[in-house]
């Protein structure tokens, strides 16, 4: 099993549809999870963490399952600019070290 | 309010030559990392360096050598340069408070070696 595996997508919807993106785990120690966002030819940047309660940002909600070393992401009322690559990511266990290991990263379009 | 940057944006190469690419953070954060990122692999850590005189190999460090002298400068060499390390390279920082700290990427360089 790859340490972090995505859907591979591409992904594309219409805009103001809800789209739900998947990601699990080898790890079952892994510390923290992420989702990073990256546009096409830019840098990777952090959309939101992931906590156990599973968390909420506007238009998107974040959940993590630890029992099946699941997380998601979802976004509803999907805008044009959420076009983008989803990168999850996690933090493996290894002390102070502070490493991620990225997913490959699914591909969303947002259609007019 | 630079954050962090990277030199050159782009750089074409030839086969068997040094090249050396630099990262500057302005936020003396202590963490910092070299990814390269290709079609089909995603992000793959090269190094990585807890302080200054700190480094330490990630995923696939091989044909790279990394120093940091200074907290805010963290080079990448590639000491005699292949086409298999045609890649776009990633710098990133991050400070540690706690196992949530986020990670802040440079612009990236495109390194194209002939």
């Known amino acids: 099993r790859k340490e972090v595996e995505q859907d591979p997508g591409p992904f594309n919807v219409p805009e103001g549809a809800t789209v739900a993106f998947n990601c699990t785990y080898s790890?079952?120690?892994?510390?923290?999870f992420f989702w990073y966002r990256q546009d096409c030819r830019k840098e990777p940047k952090l959309l939101m963490s992931?906590?156990?309660s599973g968390n909420e940002d506007g238009r998107f909600t974040a959940q993590l399952n630890r029992a099946s070393q699941y997380i998601s992401l979802l976004i509803r009322d999907s805008k044009l600019s959420d076009s983008a690559t989803y990168l999850c990511?996690?933090?493996?266990?290894?002390?102070?070290?502070?490493?991620?290991?990225f997913g490959k990263g699914t591909l969303l379009t947002v259609n007019p | 309010d630079a954050g962090i940057t990277q030199s050159p944006r782009y750089k074409i190469t030839e086969t068997g030559r040094q090249v050396t690419l630099m990262c500057h953070q302005t936020?003396?954060?202590?963490?910092m990392f070299w990814y390269r990122q290709d079609l089909g692999h995603g992000l793959r850590l090269i190094y990585y360096?807890?302080?200054?005189?700190?480094?330490d190999k990630g995923e696939v460090p091989d044909g790279y050598v990394v120093s940091r002298s200074k907290t805010e400068n963290f080079p990448l060499t590639l000491e005699s340069a292949t086409r298999s390390q045609t890649s776009v390279y990633f710098c990133?920082?991050?400070?540690?408070?706690?196992?949530?700290?986020?990670?802040?990427f440079g612009p990236g360089t495109r390194l194209t070696v002939l």
């Open positions: 990133a920082s991050s400070e540690v408070y706690s196992s949530y700290n986020e990670q802040f």
């Open positions: 936020w003396s954060h202590s963490y």
């Open positions: 992931v906590y156990s």
């Open positions: 360096s807890a302080a200054a005189d700190i480094t």
């Open positions: 790890n079952s120690a892994s510390q923290s």
């Open positions: 990511v996690v933090r493996p266990p290894g002390g102070s070290n502070y490493k991620l290991t």
